[in-house]
């Protein structure tokens, strides 16, 4: 009981110093930019509207709502790439940190993954801007956080094996770019999957491919998703969140001399 | 009847903080960070794996009680860092134990943390996290740190505007208070003494140093400032490269250290 009392507070402390620690990236960031907050809202803007456009020129298919399709799954995937991309080198970023202070290295993979928290909020904000202009119900948007709490489990998996990866891989970086870039064409983002092809059941494996597809399907298309599926995925990303705990937990005492 | 018996050993303060064990730590250099994973990957299937090996502590041991001070002591490279690390849980064993008991605070370099961009209201909270206090904590602590710093016109200020003598009032006013608030049980200091301050904060800044020393904790001090040393210690261990060369009487071992 006491060891669980223990453990309770010091994941409390973690929290709380990743909190501290993301707010002040996340000022950082905007320091000094005159556009500062708005930037991250444009960044994404204008990569939807080109999206859209190319869209809408190239496929025939029409897709229902295509703009709110497009712009969701726009914003789940540059999420998980944003906190991937910089897990990568989150290590070597605060080494001096880890090398001279007794600090729980969890805290910079948990701070680098609430900083970009910050900026997905302020585009949720304008999906729901989106919504409302398309007539959707927005009461739907409240099923997001609980989809999301499920997608962030998964990507601060992803984060902690690839900040373990990146201390011994120095251009992980690089490679995990050329993964990501992948990962956006595979996942159905500007464009449907039609069902029975061979694309479609490779798609299973492709988690993104759930995430985006049941926030879709909640909340622009009403319709609920196969239980039995939403199960499975929320269970997988509890899986991949304690494996990536685990892979970072065996390897964190050895950060600091490799750094 | 456990309980009683902590009780006691409390009452007699004679309970063991630190505790080494044949601790040793053996760094492998053939780890070079600036190797790509192509050049890694072709090193790998050629075969060749020149491994080697610095051992940059051998075999240490030795007991810290509650409320003992000790001097380290050592050419540079003799290994004091490291074992001011291992002690501290940043670096692991290669060989041995190493056990400490009670709440453990590491002082090497102060200004880390600092960042440049923000104001120092705000690096006054982030480098309180990072030392381990919650927010309300360093609310509390506030404005004591900013009295003793002297800085109080510039609290909304950005610290990239300070010179380095506000910096230097800045990281130890910060970091001597959050250490006091956490009252810590085992106190590891690495040569953190020298400041860049004038005379008068030079002065303050000592006197809140010895404060933190005699504070009853146990501290374990590593300095090339052999008075301060003398001054400070019951107890000075002598290292040399790695190995405990001597240890015992603060005058005695320094003394030895010196005629080497």
Redesign the interface.
Known sequence: MEQIKILLKNIQKTLSLSFSLAVAQFKLRNEGSYLGIFWYLLEPLSFFIILLFLGGVISNNSIDKYPLYLFLGLIMYNFFLAVTNSATSVMSSNSGFIKSIKIKPEAFVLANAFQFVFSHIFEIIIFAVFMVFYGVNLAFLLFYPVIFFFFFLFILGVSFTLATLGVYLIDLNNIWQVIGRFLFFATPIFYLIPKNTWFFSLSVFNPLYHYTSISRDIIIYDTLPVFRGMFLVSIISIIIFFAGLYIFEKNKSKFAEKL | MKKIRANLRKNYNIMIRVELKNASKI?SID?R?????LA?LLKVLSGKTEKQERVAVKDISFTARSGEIIGLVGRNGAGKSTLL?LI?????TSNGTIKTDGE???L??LG??L?P??TMR?NI??SG????L??KEVRQRFSQIVDFSGLHDFVDLKVYQFSSGMVTRLSFSTTFFCIKHKNPDILLIDEVFGTVGDFDFERKASEKMEELIKGGATVVLASHDLDTIKKYCNRVIWLNEGEIFGAGNPQEIISKYLSM
Not at chain 2, 33 to 37: F, T
Not at chain 2, 88 to 92: D, P, S, T, W
Not at chain 2, 129 to 132: A, E, P, Q, R, V
């Open positions: 760094f780890f960070r600036d190797k790509g994973s890694r690390k501290a849980g940043i670096y692991e453990l605070v590491y090497t370099s880390l943390g960042m961009k923000l705000e909270f982030l996290s990072i030392l381990g919650e927010q």
